[in-house]
């Protein structure tokens, strides 16, 4: 009996936990199989092939940690030990880039912990690495995750001067109860002051992250976060369902429960936060996405070339990722690969010339299939078996069993199933992580998941 086997109402399906599905397979079925000598093997099958790769640098330092944080970061005061961290980062980016070879990269994505904690000498020196050893040309999209609190105008200058071209700001939500509430005190102004800072150096593309799902929230306190984010016009805006996990995150465990939404207060915060972001002329993309029309990323949507990867929704179509620093992930043909999470572990390793890979996956031929029907599912709420099967060399007998479990669906009219195709026709941002699950071969063998909504 699976989480799909039963018909039962919407507020009932959304209260199941599923992967976000970032990857497939998801990251609690990556294992101590993959190490150093099989990211080395990644690596080389990255070296023979063509097209563009892409680069992901993370940054594990903060300030101080919000309640609600699920990143992999620790807290610090001092600026020794960012600057120890990239002495090592460094040595990691030519030792990786001694594997691979030059390539053309397509996206540079910073992320944290808080990457603008970085001195301008660092930044410069990790950016000057990049063009050392990769081909960084005038079309590469550079992005980073940005702390609006810790970002004035000199900063936003260098930004832009080291080839900064989108900014993604942390702005969770408006309202002075909720960001008690979260540990984040961060006022409205705040906010304004880092996007004039960033438009005013040339740094115009510009993404908000929202977050729903948070204590202290209202259906009336979140209109009103979603009306101030729109005043300032980002280019995009994210809008995810805060993920409650004590067990994984010991910082969360400030957060008082009781002041958490129940689940079908939760559908309300989604749905009214939806419908406010959508109705102010943003093109939903996916299932916590929203662009402006003329976005490059509502044109991916357009023209099916919409991606999915660690960073959430992306235009990126190159098939290596490579992660550098503790905790980061990278992506490849051959496989995934994570680095240990602890900084001290990653930096001996380093140190001692080794990759820091703690674990990872190997794709088999049907995981690679079973990927590529997830992806198509969250991207746009519908997938071709035949033709993806076709695709990847199979028959959609394979899918049989996983049809079956979206016989509820189906008869309760929000899934299309027709021939081999599959289609959510209505709910697709509530559903398409449910849906999708039903093609996932490991889902219940291990790992703890947020709530599907």
Not at 316 to 329: V, Y
């Amino acid at each position: 009996m699976t989480q799909l086997d039963e018909a039962v109402s919407l507020e009932t399906l959304i209260r199941a936990t599923v992967p976000r599905y970032t990857s497939y397979p998801t990251a609690p079925h990556f294992s101590a199989d993959v190490g150093a000598d099989a990211y080395g093997g990644f690596l080389d099958g990255a070296a023979a092939e063509d097209g563009p790769v892409s680069l992901y640098v993370h940054i594990p330092f903060c300030h101080s940690i919000c309640h609600y944080c699920g990143c992999t970061t620790k807290a610090t005061r001092r600026y020794a030990p960012i600057e120890a961290y990239v002495e090592v980062l460094r040595s990691e980016i030519a030792m990786v880039a001694a594997r691979v070879g030059r390539r053309a990269v397509s996206h540079i994505h910073w992320g944290g912990g808080t990457p603008n904690l970085l001195s301008a000498e660092a930044f410069e020196a990790i950016v000057g690495d990049f063009h050392r050893f990769f081909d960084i040309g005038p079309d590469t999209e550079h992005a980073i995750e940005l702390d609006p609190r810790h970002l004035g105008k000199e900063r936003a200058r260098l930004l832009r001067s080291i080839g900064v071209n989108r900014a993604s700001l942390g702005v969770q939500d408006f309202d002075p109860a909720v960001q008690a509430a979260i540990g984040r005190i961060q006022p409205a102004e705040t906010v304004a002051a880092a996007v004039e800072h960033l438009r005013d150096a040339g740094i115009t593309s510009l993404s908000f992250d929202l977050i729903y799902g948070l204590p202290e929230q209202t259906v009336s306190s979140i209109q009103r976060t979603v009306e101030t984010a729109i005043a300032l016009t980002p280019d995009r805006i994210s809008l995810f369902g805060y993920a409650h996990v004590p067990w994984f995150r010991v910082n969360q465990k400030l957060i008082d429960t009781s002041k958490l939404p129940g689940s079908e207060q939760r559908l309300e915060l989604e749905r009214t936060a939806h419908g406010s972001i959508a109705a102010a002329g943003y093109v939903p993309i996916g299932i916590d996405h929203f662009a402006r029309p003329g976005d490059s990323m509502a044109q991916a949507l357009s023209t099916r070339t919409l991606r999915r990867n660690f960073q959430g929704y992306t235009t990126d179509r190159a098939e290596t990722l490579i992660g550098f620093g503790a905790s980061s992930i990278g992506r490849t043909s051959g496989g995934y690969a994570q680095n240990v999470t602890d900084t001290g572990n990653w930096r001996e390793r380093i140190t001692d010339g080794r990759f820091a890979t703690e674990r990872g996956r190997v794709l088999t031929a049907e995981d690679r299939l079973r990927a590529d029907v997830i992806e198509q599912l969250l991207c746009f709420f519908d997938v071709d078996l035949s033709a993806t099967a076709a695709r990847h060399g199979t028959e959609t007998g394979l899918f049989s069993a996983d049809l079956e479990k979206l016989t509820p669906l189906v008869h309760a009219g929000w899934v299309v199933v027709d021939g081999g195709r599959v289609a959510i026709v209505r709910h697709g941002a509530e559903l398409a992580r449910l849906v999708a699950s039903a093609f996932d071969a490991y889902l219940g063998t291990g790992g703890r998941h947020s709530v599907a909504v």
